[in-house]
Structures are given as C-alpha cells and as structure tokens.
C-alpha cells in the first residue's frame, strides 16, 4: 500500500498547503544544489478557489445593494469549490466520521488522509484517490490562470499519432494530436499528446520534445 501513498500526499498537499511563488531561481554547479529566493506566499490552491468565486453574497446589506454594486459571482468557481468540498465530506462519511458544516474542506482532506493511511488498501483505490485530487488541482490551476493553448501539427513522437476524432455524429471532427500549454510559471507549462495521454511537463522537456520534432521532420525531408 505505502508504495501509491507519497503520489496522494503530493496531490493534497498541493492542494491545502501554501504556496512560495519562486522570485528567482538558479543552480549552483558547484555545490550541486538549487537556490530559490521568494517573492510571496500564496495561499492554498483551495483557499485561493473560494476567493476567486468573489461573491458578497451574504455578506452584511448585500441584500440592499444594487445588482451593479455586487461582486459578480463566478459560476465556474462555485461550482468547482462545491464539487470539490461534496466530495471530500463524503470521503470523510465513508470513513465513518461526520465533519462539521463549518470545517474547512483542506483541513477535513489533510484529516481523512491520515485516518485512510492507517487501513488496508489496495494501491489501485490509492492512485483513484490520487487522480482525483490531481484533476481537482488542475481545474483549480485553469481558473486561476487560465493556460494559452497551442496546436501542434506534427505527429506525437510516443503513438505517431497526428489528428485524433473528438465529437459525435455531425459535431465529429478531426484535431491535432499533440499541443501546448503555456502558463506564467514555466515548471507548470507542458505539452499533450490527446492520442496516447502522453505529458512533456516544465519547459526543459517541452523543449526536448521540440528537438524531437524538428529533428523527425528534417529526416523526412
């Protein structure tokens, strides 16, 4: 079981601790270590997703105010967070615990964690967990920055896949297997591969795939 238990600690402490977002960072050769300076502490992805939801909705006089002077509510932030804490309650319900309605859904994650870990279970239940959260993560990542997107035309060099089919019926309709994703931080780009679920994170290995296009392309030339 111990083996798929540090992938899950990972996914949740992504997504309850805070975050030091790096200023600068740069490798030392000499000494053989990495030296990061920060710039801020970020909360966590969790708590940064109930603030993004940015509604003063029950909040005191809302009721009185204009709609124009309210904060807008984002739907897809709710929605998120709500799925997010449902279905980490019902984790803690399946584990014979009923947490207070008040109870932070990080803190009820870290402690279901630990009352989890303690039973036996099968590493495949353990890498569902983890999937989940992991989803959970990203989705949250997509709202708070949201990515640029870019379609690559060569063919994946893992399935040599080039187009994939998405859609059904009349709404079918043919796609680049392989693409992009740019964020601010470049340790969390990566590319895609639709066709295989293959993943290049973090621009170093990006840019060795992209070695790996141009390196095919000049072979069949």
Not at 17 to 37: C, D, F, H, S, Y
Not at 122 to 127: K, M, S
């Amino acid at each position: 079981m111990t083996s798929q238990l540090p992938e899950l600690l990972e996914a949740i402490n992504r997504l309850t601790q805070t975050n030091p977002v790096p200023l600068m960072q740069k490798e030392i050769a000499e000494l053989g270590i990495a030296a990061r300076m920060f710039k801020r502490t970020d909360p966590s992805l969790l708590d940064q997703l109930k603030q993004a939801i940015g509604s003063n909705i029950g909040e005191k006089g809302a009721a009185g105010r204009l709609a124009n002077e309210r904060t807008p509510l984002d739907i897809a932030a709710f929605s998120l967070y709500d799925q997010i804490d449902g279905r980490i309650r019902a984790w803690m319900l399946d584990a014979g615990i009923r947490p207070s309605t008040k109870a932070n859904p990080g803190d009820i994650l870290r402690r279901w964690y630990i009352l989890y870990m303690q039973k036996q279970v099968e590493e495949t239940d353990i890498h569902r967990h983890a999937l989940v959260v992991e989803r959970w993560v990203s989705a949250i990542e997509d709202i708070l920055d949201p990515p640029t997107r870019q379609e690559l035309t060569q063919a994946c060099p893992k399935c040599e896949r080039r187009w994939v089919t998405v859609g059904e019926g009349e709404e079918t309709q043919s796609r680049s297997a392989l693409w992009a994703v740019w964020r601010e931080d470049p340790d969390l780009s990566y590319a895609t591969c639709v066709g295989c679920d293959t993943t290049w994170l973090g621009v170093g290995n990006m840019r060795l795939l992209r070695i790996q296009l141009d390196d095919k392309e000049k072979v069949n030339a």
